[in-house]
Structures are given as C-alpha cells and as structure tokens.
C-alpha cells in the first residue's frame, strides 16, 4: 500500500514540475533572434573631394625651413572609413614619417573622427563638428604632450576650391613661447 501512495505522490509531485516548468517556458523571454543594425554609413558628400593625392607644405614659426609631405586619401571598402596615408621625407630637423589617418562620421555625437597613428608612436584622436562654409576645425581629444610642446590650438582648414586647401595651428613650447604652423595641400 506504501509504495502504491508514494507511486501516487511521485506522479503528482512530477505532473506539478512539469506544468510549472511548461507554464515558466511559456512566460520567459526567448533568445533575442532580431539582428543588431549596421550604422548607417557617413554622408562623404562634403568630404569627397578630399579623395586623392595632395602635395603639402607646411611651415612652423620656429624652423627655419618648410615641411613638404604627400598625402593620399581613399576610401576603405566598407565605406565607413576615409583612409588618409601621409607621407613625409627625413628633413635635417625631424626623421621621415609615415602616418595614417581614418576619418568617420559619428552619429551618435554628430562630430566627424579623427584617428591618428604614426611610425613614431604618436597617436591623436580628433573631433569636428563639420564643415561651416569653406572651414572645418578638428579639435584634440586627447592631446598628448611631447617632451616640449605642452598645449596645441585646434586645427582649421579652409577650402579654397575642391583642389586647394589651407591650414593653420598655434602650439605652445614648456618655456611658454608660442610657435605658429600654417600650410597648403595642392591636389596633384
């Protein structure tokens, strides 16, 4: 007669776990099927014409001597990223430099990006809000003073056609002096 009851209660204790664990499976959520969205790609409407190679100088208050470096802009196959390879020569005053700059649009700040690396070491990420008429300004996110450089203005750049811009930049040494760097990319 035990073993009938306790058959008994053993069929009614797993009936119960049963419909409690079917009535659980009904009301807990599922695994998320729904596909995460790409971002939508960048507008390059106001960019495009940066696409190219440029021939660029530049020229610092306190050398005596201008900068001359090639720059080639493409875009990366994903269409996310302009693709901004640098090259400039060894000068007597500063050794060849090779740096790469992907620009993106952030949509979430609506601010374009900057990401600046180099074969020295040197890193930089810049923001900018966009092209106002002829300039856009890129403003250091993330400033890393150098051994004597210990502030840097932002960068403005003006269109002056789809072929020519300028530049301009101030940095300020440890001592405290202030030194200038203006410039021009020409497309070639």
């Not at 419909?19 to 009301?27: G, R």
């Not at 810049?126 to 008429?133: L, V």
């Not at 400033?143 to 530049?167: E, M």
């Amino acid at each position: 007669m035990r073993s009938g009851l306790f058959r008994i209660s053993l069929t009614l204790v797993a009936t119960a776990l049963a419909s409690t664990a079917i009535a659980f499976a009904d009301t807990a959520p599922g695994i998320e099927t729904t596909p995460i969205p790409n971002n939508a790609k960048p507008d390059w409407s106001s960019m495009s014409f940066m696409v190219g190679t440029w021939q660029c100088t530049s020229q610092s208050s306190r050398r005596a001597s201008p900068a001359k470096s090639t720059q080639t802009n493409t875009m990366d196959s994903t269409g996310y990223w302009m693709v901004q390879k640098t090259i400039q020569p060894k000068l007597s005053w500063a050794s060849a430099v090779s740096s790469v700059d992907m620009i993106t649009y952030d949509k979430d700040q609506k601010r374009w990006v900057d990401v600046y690396t180099d074969d020295g070491g040197n890193y930089d990420v810049s923001f900018s809000p966009g092209w106002k008429g002829n300039t856009i300004v890129w403003t250091d996110a993330i400033f890393v003073p150098g051994p004597d450089i210990i502030a840097t203005s932002p960068l403005t750049n003006v269109k002056v056609s789809d072929s020519k811009v300028t530049f301009s930049s101030s940095f300020t040494e440890k001592s405290g002096r202030k030194n200038t760097l203006t410039g021009s990319c020409t497309k070639s």
